[in-house]
Nanobody, 114 residues
Framework: QVQFVESGGGLVQLGGSLRLSCAASGIRFSIYAMGWYHQAPGKQRELVAGIATGGNTNYVDSVKGRYTISRDNAKNTVYLQMNTLTPEDTAVYYC????????WGQGTQVTVSS
């Protein structure tokens, strides 16, 4: 059974930082590109950062230079370092495959106050 467990979200002030973690189970984690998605209130879920099996990364323009995605294949975990946060980053954050999708986890709420 595939499972993603996201953690690390919370309430942070404008300009603050958070580090999200996502522990994956039930898949051969190391052979899949992984991604972080966010879903803001009233909006569709969107891929914001991806990391390939070899470590290459890509980001949507709105988070470039502020977010860093990384992975630890030994721990089946993908991370998202988020810096210089703004209220526009407020959303529920999920991890999943960057190409192939599995059932979604519960996500972790990130709220940025101004």
């Amino acid at each position: 059974q595939v499972q993603f467990v996201e953690s690390g979200g919370g309430l942070v002030q404008l300009g603050g930082s958070l580090r999200l973690s996502c522990a994956a189970s039930g898949i051969r984690f190391s052979i899949y590109a992984m991604g972080w998605y966010h879903q803001a209130p009233g909006k569709q879920r969107e891929l914001v950062a991806g990391i390939a099996t070899g470590g290459n990364t890509n980001y949507v323009d709105s988070v470039k230079g502020r977010y860093t995605i990384s992975r630890d294949n030994a721990k089946n975990t993908v991370y998202l370092q988020m810096n210089t946060l703004t209220p526009e980053d407020t959303a529920v954050y999920y991890c999943n495959g960057a190409v192939r999708l599995w059932p979604w986890g519960q996500g972790t709420q990130v709220t940025v106050s101004s």
